[in-house]
Protein backbone atom coordinates (compact mmCIF):
# COMPACT_ATOMS: atom_id res chain seq x y z
CA UNK A 1 0.00 0.00 0.00
CA UNK A 2 1.17 3.44 -0.77
CA UNK A 3 1.30 6.05 1.26
CA UNK A 4 3.70 8.41 0.26
CA UNK A 5 1.95 11.82 0.81
CA UNK A 6 1.04 10.44 4.59
CA UNK A 7 4.68 10.34 5.03
CA UNK A 8 5.31 13.46 3.48
CA UNK A 9 2.49 15.43 5.39
CA UNK A 10 3.98 14.42 8.34
CA UNK A 11 7.54 15.37 7.52
CA UNK A 12 5.86 18.67 6.99
CA UNK A 13 3.96 18.90 9.85
CA UNK A 14 6.70 18.26 12.08
CA UNK A 15 8.31 21.59 11.11
CA UNK A 16 5.62 23.12 12.39
CA UNK A 17 3.21 21.52 14.67
CA UNK A 18 4.81 20.39 17.80
CA UNK A 19 4.89 16.02 17.24
CA UNK A 20 3.59 17.37 13.85
CA UNK A 21 -0.32 16.70 15.34
CA UNK A 22 -2.60 18.83 16.91
CA UNK A 23 -3.53 16.21 19.62
CA UNK A 24 -1.18 13.97 21.24
CA UNK A 25 -3.26 10.70 20.37
CA UNK A 26 -3.10 11.39 16.49
CA UNK A 27 0.74 10.97 16.57
CA UNK A 28 0.72 7.35 18.50
CA UNK A 29 0.25 5.30 14.94
CA UNK A 30 3.06 3.49 13.80
CA UNK A 31 5.79 4.90 12.11
CA UNK A 32 3.57 7.99 11.29
CA UNK A 33 0.04 9.03 11.04
CA UNK A 34 -2.27 8.60 8.48
CA UNK A 35 -3.89 12.05 7.16
CA UNK A 36 -7.28 11.72 5.87
CA UNK A 37 -8.60 13.55 2.81
CA UNK A 38 -11.95 12.68 2.80
CA UNK A 39 -14.96 10.28 4.26
CA UNK A 40 -17.37 7.94 3.34
CA UNK A 41 -19.99 6.39 5.28
CA UNK A 42 -18.18 3.78 7.57
CA UNK A 43 -14.85 4.94 5.23
CA UNK A 44 -12.06 7.17 4.87
CA UNK A 45 -9.91 7.58 2.32
CA UNK A 46 -6.14 8.86 2.80
CA UNK A 47 -4.59 11.42 1.29
CA UNK A 48 -2.78 8.78 -1.01
CA UNK A 49 -6.25 7.40 -2.43
CA UNK A 50 -6.21 4.31 -0.13
CA UNK A 51 -9.59 3.44 1.18
CA UNK A 52 -10.20 2.15 5.07
CA UNK A 53 -13.11 0.94 6.71
CA UNK A 54 -12.87 3.67 9.34
CA UNK A 55 -13.24 2.44 13.16
CA UNK A 56 -11.87 5.61 15.14
CA UNK A 57 -14.77 7.66 13.99
CA UNK A 58 -13.33 11.07 15.13
CA UNK A 59 -12.98 9.77 18.23
CA UNK A 60 -16.43 8.78 18.97
CA UNK A 61 -18.57 11.64 18.11
CA UNK A 62 -19.52 10.66 14.46
CA UNK A 63 -22.29 8.31 15.16
CA UNK A 64 -23.56 8.46 11.57
CA UNK A 65 -20.02 8.07 10.33
CA UNK A 66 -18.84 9.84 7.80
CA UNK A 67 -22.33 11.12 5.65
CA UNK A 68 -24.74 13.37 7.76
CA UNK A 69 -28.57 12.73 7.32
CA UNK A 70 -30.25 14.80 5.18
CA UNK A 71 -32.47 16.80 7.57
CA UNK A 72 -28.91 17.56 9.35
CA UNK A 73 -27.14 18.59 7.21
CA UNK A 74 -29.99 20.83 6.17
CA UNK A 75 -29.98 22.26 9.69
CA UNK A 76 -25.94 22.69 9.52
CA UNK A 77 -26.24 24.36 5.95
CA UNK A 78 -29.01 26.66 7.00
CA UNK A 79 -27.72 27.86 10.39
CA UNK A 80 -23.80 28.80 8.63
CA UNK A 81 -26.00 30.37 6.00
CA UNK A 82 -27.59 33.19 8.41
CA UNK A 83 -24.36 33.77 10.14
CA UNK A 84 -21.12 32.33 11.49
CA UNK A 85 -21.86 33.37 15.35
CA UNK A 86 -23.39 36.49 17.13
CA UNK A 87 -22.35 36.28 20.83
CA UNK A 88 -25.71 36.60 21.30
CA UNK A 89 -28.79 33.75 22.00
CA UNK A 90 -30.44 31.85 19.60
CA UNK A 91 -33.56 29.56 19.50
CA UNK A 92 -31.81 26.59 18.65
CA UNK A 93 -29.30 26.34 21.49
CA UNK A 94 -32.56 26.27 24.02
CA UNK A 95 -34.48 24.08 21.90
CA UNK A 96 -31.53 21.99 21.67
CA UNK A 97 -31.05 21.83 25.56
CA UNK A 98 -34.98 20.91 26.30
CA UNK A 99 -34.72 17.91 24.16
CA UNK A 100 -31.10 17.03 26.06
CA UNK A 101 -33.35 17.38 29.34
CA UNK A 102 -36.46 15.56 27.88
CA UNK A 103 -34.47 12.35 27.40
CA UNK A 104 -31.25 11.95 29.80
CA UNK A 105 -32.55 10.66 32.93
CA UNK A 106 -30.34 12.85 35.46
CA UNK A 107 -30.44 16.40 33.62
CA UNK A 108 -32.96 19.54 34.67
CA UNK A 109 -30.90 22.15 32.96
CA UNK A 110 -27.56 22.30 30.97
CA UNK A 111 -24.46 24.64 30.31
CA UNK A 112 -23.12 24.18 26.92
CA UNK A 113 -19.56 24.87 26.58
CA UNK A 114 -17.14 24.07 23.88
CA UNK A 115 -15.48 20.66 24.73
CA UNK A 116 -15.34 18.04 26.91
CA UNK A 117 -12.71 18.94 29.19
CA UNK A 118 -14.20 22.43 29.07
CA UNK A 119 -17.35 20.77 30.38
CA UNK A 120 -15.23 18.51 33.04
CA UNK A 121 -13.07 21.88 34.14
CA UNK A 122 -16.83 23.23 34.99
CA UNK A 123 -18.25 20.65 36.88
CA UNK A 124 -15.44 20.38 39.10
CA UNK A 125 -15.53 24.28 39.87
CA UNK A 126 -19.36 23.58 40.12
CA UNK A 127 -18.43 20.88 42.75
CA UNK A 128 -16.92 22.54 44.76
CA UNK A 129 -18.40 26.32 44.60
CA UNK A 130 -21.50 24.14 46.12
CA UNK A 131 -19.94 21.92 49.15
CA UNK A 132 -17.89 24.33 49.88
CA UNK A 133 -14.73 21.60 49.60
CA UNK A 134 -12.13 20.95 47.28
CA UNK A 135 -11.06 17.20 46.98
CA UNK A 136 -12.19 15.98 43.74
CA UNK A 137 -12.04 11.82 43.39
CA UNK A 138 -11.20 10.39 40.54
CA UNK A 139 -10.52 6.72 39.14
CA UNK A 140 -6.70 5.73 38.01
CA UNK A 141 -6.92 5.49 34.32
CA UNK A 142 -9.96 7.47 33.26
CA UNK A 143 -9.34 10.15 31.53
CA UNK A 144 -11.54 13.65 31.89
CA UNK A 145 -9.69 15.81 29.46
CA UNK A 146 -6.25 18.15 29.74
CA UNK A 147 -7.38 19.54 32.49
CA UNK A 148 -5.13 19.96 35.85
CA UNK A 149 -7.59 18.30 38.02
CA UNK A 150 -7.69 15.02 36.92
CA UNK A 151 -4.24 15.05 34.85
CA UNK A 152 -3.18 12.79 38.29
CA UNK A 153 -1.37 9.63 39.26
CA UNK A 154 -0.61 7.73 42.14
CA UNK A 155 -2.93 6.86 44.74
CA UNK A 156 -5.11 8.37 47.39
CA UNK A 157 -1.93 8.43 49.35
CA UNK A 158 0.49 9.71 47.23
CA UNK A 159 -0.86 11.58 44.53
CA UNK A 160 1.10 13.71 41.99
CA UNK A 161 0.51 15.04 38.52
CA UNK A 162 1.10 13.37 35.25
CA UNK A 163 2.11 16.44 33.50
CA UNK A 164 5.06 18.77 33.49
CA UNK A 165 3.40 21.91 34.49
CA UNK A 166 0.99 21.18 36.71
CA UNK A 167 1.44 22.49 40.17
CA UNK A 168 1.47 19.76 43.23
CA UNK A 169 -0.58 21.40 45.15
CA UNK A 170 -3.56 20.98 42.39
CA UNK A 171 -2.49 17.32 42.72
CA UNK A 172 -3.08 17.03 46.37
CA UNK A 173 -6.85 17.95 46.08
CA UNK A 174 -7.08 15.42 43.86
CA UNK A 175 -7.80 11.36 45.32
CA UNK A 176 -6.79 8.69 42.47
CA UNK A 177 -8.74 5.69 43.31
CA UNK A 178 -8.94 2.04 41.49
CA UNK A 179 -11.87 1.60 39.02
CA UNK A 180 -14.75 -1.06 40.45
CA UNK A 181 -12.73 -1.36 43.90
CA UNK A 182 -15.75 -0.32 46.63
CA UNK A 183 -13.25 -0.96 49.49
CA UNK A 184 -11.16 1.45 47.86
CA UNK A 185 -13.78 4.30 47.30
CA UNK A 186 -15.03 3.39 51.43
CA UNK A 187 -11.66 3.89 52.16
CA UNK A 188 -11.34 7.38 50.42
CA UNK A 189 -14.35 8.56 52.12
CA UNK A 190 -13.85 7.74 55.42
CA UNK A 191 -9.91 9.29 55.36
CA UNK A 192 -11.07 12.38 53.54
CA UNK A 193 -14.92 12.54 53.39
CA UNK A 194 -15.66 15.94 54.90
CA UNK A 195 -13.46 17.36 52.36
CA UNK A 196 -14.73 15.28 49.07
CA UNK A 197 -16.53 17.69 46.32
CA UNK A 198 -17.68 15.36 44.41
CA UNK A 199 -16.34 11.61 42.56
CA UNK A 200 -15.67 12.25 38.81
CA UNK A 201 -16.16 8.96 36.82
CA UNK A 202 -17.03 7.53 33.46
CA UNK A 203 -19.49 5.37 33.84
CA UNK A 204 -17.66 2.90 31.62
CA UNK A 205 -13.93 3.36 31.56
CA UNK A 206 -13.66 4.46 27.47
CA UNK A 207 -10.34 6.07 26.85
CA UNK A 208 -8.01 2.93 28.24
CA UNK A 209 -9.93 0.07 26.86
CA UNK A 210 -12.97 -0.03 27.90
CA UNK A 211 -13.88 -1.25 31.08
CA UNK A 212 -17.36 -2.25 32.36
CA UNK A 213 -18.21 -1.31 35.88
CA UNK A 214 -18.98 -4.49 38.44
CA UNK A 215 -22.76 -4.97 39.88
CA UNK A 216 -23.29 -2.64 42.10
CA UNK A 217 -20.37 -0.27 42.00
CA UNK A 218 -21.71 3.12 40.28
CA UNK A 219 -24.49 2.18 43.61
CA UNK A 220 -21.77 2.15 45.82
CA UNK A 221 -20.52 5.74 44.60
CA UNK A 222 -24.22 7.22 44.50
CA UNK A 223 -24.70 5.74 48.34
CA UNK A 224 -21.12 7.10 49.19
CA UNK A 225 -21.62 10.66 48.11
CA UNK A 226 -25.11 11.07 49.46
CA UNK A 227 -24.00 9.73 52.58
CA UNK A 228 -21.24 12.44 52.68
CA UNK A 229 -22.49 15.51 51.20
CA UNK A 230 -20.30 15.48 48.09
CA UNK A 231 -21.63 15.34 44.33
CA UNK A 232 -21.73 12.47 41.84
CA UNK A 233 -20.39 13.53 38.43
CA UNK A 234 -20.73 11.35 35.67
CA UNK A 235 -18.41 11.80 32.49
CA UNK A 236 -20.61 11.04 29.54
CA UNK A 237 -18.17 12.98 26.72
CA UNK A 238 -17.71 9.01 25.26
CA UNK A 239 -20.79 7.59 26.78
CA UNK A 240 -23.40 9.88 26.21
CA UNK A 241 -25.37 9.57 23.65
CA UNK A 242 -23.90 6.08 22.34
CA UNK A 243 -24.22 4.05 25.48
CA UNK A 244 -28.04 3.09 26.61
CA UNK A 245 -29.16 5.34 23.73
CA UNK A 246 -30.55 8.81 24.44
CA UNK A 247 -30.90 8.19 27.65
CA UNK A 248 -27.15 7.40 27.85
CA UNK A 249 -25.03 4.86 30.04
CA UNK A 250 -27.13 6.99 33.50
CA UNK A 251 -30.50 5.22 32.04
CA UNK A 252 -28.80 1.60 31.50
CA UNK A 253 -27.05 1.84 34.76
CA UNK A 254 -29.92 3.66 36.34
CA UNK A 255 -28.08 5.68 38.50
CA UNK A 256 -29.25 9.38 39.03
CA UNK A 257 -26.03 11.68 38.93
CA UNK A 258 -25.66 15.05 40.28
CA UNK A 259 -24.19 16.39 37.41
CA UNK A 260 -23.17 15.18 33.93
CA UNK A 261 -20.67 16.12 31.27
CA UNK A 262 -21.31 15.50 27.59
CA UNK A 263 -19.19 16.51 24.30
CA UNK A 264 -18.59 14.30 21.05
CA UNK A 265 -22.04 13.44 19.91
CA UNK A 266 -24.22 16.21 21.44
CA UNK A 267 -22.54 17.98 19.13
CA UNK A 268 -22.85 16.20 15.89
CA UNK A 269 -19.37 15.98 14.61
CA UNK A 270 -18.74 19.43 15.51
CA UNK A 271 -16.48 21.29 18.38
CA UNK A 272 -18.86 20.64 21.82
CA UNK A 273 -19.33 20.24 25.26
CA UNK A 274 -22.09 20.28 27.94
CA UNK A 275 -22.66 20.82 31.31
CA UNK A 276 -25.60 18.92 33.02
CA UNK A 277 -27.66 18.16 35.94
CA UNK A 278 -29.73 18.87 38.62
CA UNK A 279 -31.42 22.75 38.46
CA UNK A 280 -30.39 23.43 42.20
CA UNK A 281 -26.60 23.14 41.10
CA UNK A 282 -26.73 24.80 37.36
CA UNK A 283 -28.36 27.64 38.30
CA UNK A 284 -25.12 28.55 40.53
CA UNK A 285 -23.14 29.38 37.21
CA UNK A 286 -23.13 33.21 36.79
CA UNK A 287 -25.71 34.81 35.62
CA UNK A 288 -28.10 32.89 37.80
CA UNK A 289 -25.54 32.33 40.36
CA UNK A 290 -22.07 33.30 41.65
CA UNK A 291 -19.37 30.60 40.01
CA UNK A 292 -18.10 31.95 37.29
CA UNK A 293 -18.84 29.81 33.76
CA UNK A 294 -18.22 32.03 29.83
CA UNK A 295 -17.35 31.24 26.71
CA UNK A 296 -17.50 33.07 23.47
CA UNK A 297 -18.37 30.20 21.36
CA UNK A 298 -20.60 28.35 23.64
CA UNK A 299 -24.20 27.61 22.52
CA UNK A 300 -22.69 28.09 18.44
CA UNK A 301 -25.59 28.20 16.79
CA UNK A 302 -24.07 25.68 14.11
CA UNK A 303 -22.98 23.16 16.88
CA UNK A 304 -26.40 23.40 18.21
CA UNK A 305 -28.17 22.71 14.95
CA UNK A 306 -25.76 19.95 14.52
CA UNK A 307 -26.06 18.22 17.76
CA UNK A 308 -30.40 18.95 18.36
CA UNK A 309 -30.93 17.07 14.61
CA UNK A 310 -28.62 14.73 15.45
CA UNK A 311 -30.29 13.89 18.31
CA UNK A 312 -33.72 14.11 16.81
CA UNK A 313 -32.64 11.83 13.55
CA UNK A 314 -31.44 9.19 16.47
CA UNK A 315 -34.91 9.52 17.94
CA UNK A 316 -36.98 8.74 14.72
CA UNK A 317 -34.53 6.40 12.76
CA UNK A 318 -32.86 2.92 13.60
CA UNK A 319 -29.57 4.60 14.38
CA UNK A 320 -29.25 2.44 17.90
CA UNK A 321 -30.71 -0.18 16.32
CA UNK A 322 -28.22 -0.76 13.75
CA UNK A 323 -24.88 0.76 15.33
CA UNK A 324 -25.59 -1.84 18.34
CA UNK A 325 -26.11 -4.92 16.35
CA UNK A 326 -22.79 -4.16 14.52
CA UNK A 327 -21.18 -3.96 17.84
CA UNK A 328 -22.71 -7.34 18.82
CA UNK A 329 -21.90 -8.89 15.39
CA UNK A 330 -17.96 -7.18 15.90
CA UNK A 331 -17.49 -8.79 19.38
CA UNK A 332 -19.12 -11.99 19.25
CA UNK A 333 -17.00 -12.52 16.10
CA UNK A 334 -13.92 -11.38 17.93
CA UNK A 335 -14.73 -13.40 20.84
CA UNK A 336 -14.21 -16.38 18.26
CA UNK A 337 -11.20 -15.14 16.86
CA UNK A 338 -9.42 -14.86 20.23
CA UNK A 339 -10.67 -17.87 21.64
CA UNK A 340 -9.06 -19.88 18.84
CA UNK A 341 -5.95 -18.07 17.90
CA UNK A 342 -5.09 -15.96 21.46
CA UNK A 343 -7.31 -16.81 24.45
CA UNK A 344 -5.30 -14.68 26.64
CA UNK A 345 -6.27 -11.47 24.93
CA UNK A 346 -10.16 -9.99 26.19
CA UNK A 347 -12.83 -8.81 24.06
CA UNK A 348 -14.62 -5.58 25.55
CA UNK A 349 -17.08 -2.87 24.82
CA UNK A 350 -20.85 -2.55 24.81
CA UNK A 351 -23.21 -0.89 22.31
CA UNK A 352 -21.60 0.32 19.62
CA UNK A 353 -18.67 0.11 21.87
CA UNK A 354 -15.58 -2.77 20.60
CA UNK A 355 -11.75 -3.73 21.24
CA UNK A 356 -9.60 -6.78 21.49
CA UNK A 357 -7.30 -5.99 25.07
CA UNK A 358 -4.11 -7.72 24.62
CA UNK A 359 -4.25 -8.83 28.27
CA UNK A 360 -1.79 -11.57 29.50
CA UNK A 361 -3.04 -14.62 31.67
CA UNK A 362 -3.52 -18.17 32.07
CA UNK A 363 -7.05 -18.31 31.87
CA UNK A 364 -9.07 -20.46 29.51
CA UNK A 365 -10.86 -17.84 26.58
CA UNK A 366 -14.33 -15.73 27.58
CA UNK A 367 -17.17 -17.93 28.95
CA UNK A 368 -21.31 -17.53 27.84
CA UNK A 369 -21.82 -14.75 31.09
CA UNK A 370 -19.02 -12.01 28.74
CA UNK A 371 -20.16 -13.77 24.91
CA UNK A 372 -20.67 -9.91 24.26
CA UNK A 373 -17.85 -8.24 25.64
CA UNK A 374 -16.32 -8.43 29.65
CA UNK A 375 -19.10 -7.33 32.20
CA UNK A 376 -16.67 -8.03 34.92
CA UNK A 377 -18.91 -10.79 35.87
CA UNK A 378 -17.35 -13.64 38.56
CA UNK A 379 -19.05 -16.73 36.66
CA UNK A 380 -17.10 -16.02 33.35
CA UNK A 381 -14.36 -18.65 32.71
CA UNK A 382 -11.74 -15.42 32.13
CA UNK A 383 -12.56 -13.36 35.09
CA UNK A 384 -9.59 -13.65 36.85
CA UNK A 385 -7.41 -12.16 33.88
CA UNK A 386 -10.02 -9.37 32.61
CA UNK A 387 -8.90 -5.43 33.07
CA UNK A 388 -10.94 -4.82 36.41
CA UNK A 389 -9.77 -0.83 35.79
CA UNK A 390 -8.62 0.98 33.05
CA UNK A 391 -5.02 1.04 34.72
CA UNK A 392 -5.02 -2.60 34.02
CA UNK A 393 -4.60 -2.21 30.44
CA UNK A 394 -1.15 -0.61 30.86
CA UNK A 395 0.21 -4.46 31.70
CA UNK A 396 -1.18 -5.55 28.22
CA UNK A 397 0.98 -5.85 25.42
CA UNK A 398 1.10 -2.31 24.35
CA UNK A 399 4.01 -2.32 22.44
CA UNK A 400 2.58 -5.35 20.32
CA UNK A 401 -0.64 -3.42 19.61
CA UNK A 402 1.45 -0.61 17.81
CA UNK A 403 4.26 -2.18 16.38
CA UNK A 404 2.87 -5.16 14.79
CA UNK A 405 -0.73 -5.54 15.11
CA UNK A 406 -2.45 -2.33 14.25
CA UNK A 407 0.51 -1.44 11.22
CA UNK A 408 -1.14 -5.03 9.96
CA UNK A 409 -4.73 -3.46 9.89
CA UNK A 410 -4.12 -0.51 8.26
CA UNK A 411 -2.54 -2.35 5.47
CA UNK A 412 -5.29 -4.62 5.26
CA UNK A 413 -7.53 -1.53 5.12
CA UNK A 414 -9.10 -1.55 8.42
CA UNK A 415 -8.50 1.39 10.59
CA UNK A 416 -8.41 0.86 14.29
CA UNK A 417 -7.75 3.33 17.29
CA UNK A 418 -4.18 4.79 17.01
CA UNK A 419 -2.87 2.73 20.18
CA UNK A 420 -4.21 -0.36 22.79
CA UNK A 421 -5.88 1.81 25.09
CA UNK A 422 -8.65 4.29 23.30
CA UNK A 423 -12.19 2.27 22.09
CA UNK A 424 -13.08 1.69 18.50
CA UNK A 425 -16.45 2.88 17.62
CA UNK A 426 -19.82 1.73 15.48
CA UNK A 427 -21.24 4.40 13.44
CA UNK A 428 -24.91 4.46 11.03
CA UNK A 429 -22.44 3.98 8.25
CA UNK A 430 -20.93 0.94 8.95
CA UNK A 431 -22.50 -2.08 6.97
CA UNK A 432 -22.21 -6.07 7.88
CA UNK A 433 -19.71 -6.25 4.81
CA UNK A 434 -17.55 -3.86 7.19
CA UNK A 435 -18.06 -6.32 9.74
CA UNK A 436 -16.83 -8.94 7.70
CA UNK A 437 -13.69 -7.41 6.13
CA UNK A 438 -13.10 -6.60 9.48
CA UNK A 439 -13.10 -9.61 11.19
CA UNK A 440 -10.82 -11.39 8.39
CA UNK A 441 -8.51 -8.88 8.79
CA UNK A 442 -8.39 -9.27 12.71
CA UNK A 443 -8.00 -13.13 12.08
CA UNK A 444 -5.15 -12.45 9.98
CA UNK A 445 -3.55 -9.85 12.19
CA UNK A 446 -3.57 -11.50 15.19
Known sequence: MNRDASRSLYDRALSVLPGGVNSSVRAAPQPYPTFVERGEAG?????????????????????????TPKPVQAAIHSHAAAGPMYGMPSEVEVEHAEFVCRHVPGVEML???????????????LARAV??????????????????????EGDRDDPEPSSPGIPAAFAAETIPIQFNDEAAARAAFREHGEDIAAVLVEPIQANMGIVHPAEGYHETLRELTVDHGALLIFDEVITGFRVGGLQC????????????????????????????????????????????????????????AAGLETLKYCAEAD???????????????????????????????????????????????????????????????RYGDCPKAGVDVKN???????????????????????NQFEANFVSY????ADVEETLDAYQEAL
Not at 111 to 125: D, I, K, L, M, P
Not at 276 to 288: H, R
Not at 405 to 415: H, K, Q, T
Not at 429 to 432: A, I, M, Q, S, V
Open 319 to 381: VYDHVDDIGRQLRAGLADIVADQVPEYTVVGSDSLFKVVFTRGDSPPQGDPCADGCRQDPDCD
Open 249 to 304: AQGRFGVDPDLTTFGKIIGGGFPVGAVGGKTAYLEQFTPAGDVFQAGTFSGHPVTM
Open 131 to 152: TGRDKIVVMRGGYHGAQETTLV
Open 43 to 67: HVVDADGNRYVDWVQGLGPLLFGHD
Open 111 to 125: RFVNSGTEATVSACR
Open 396 to 418: AQTERYARLFRPAMLEAGVLVSQ
Open 429 to 432: GHTE
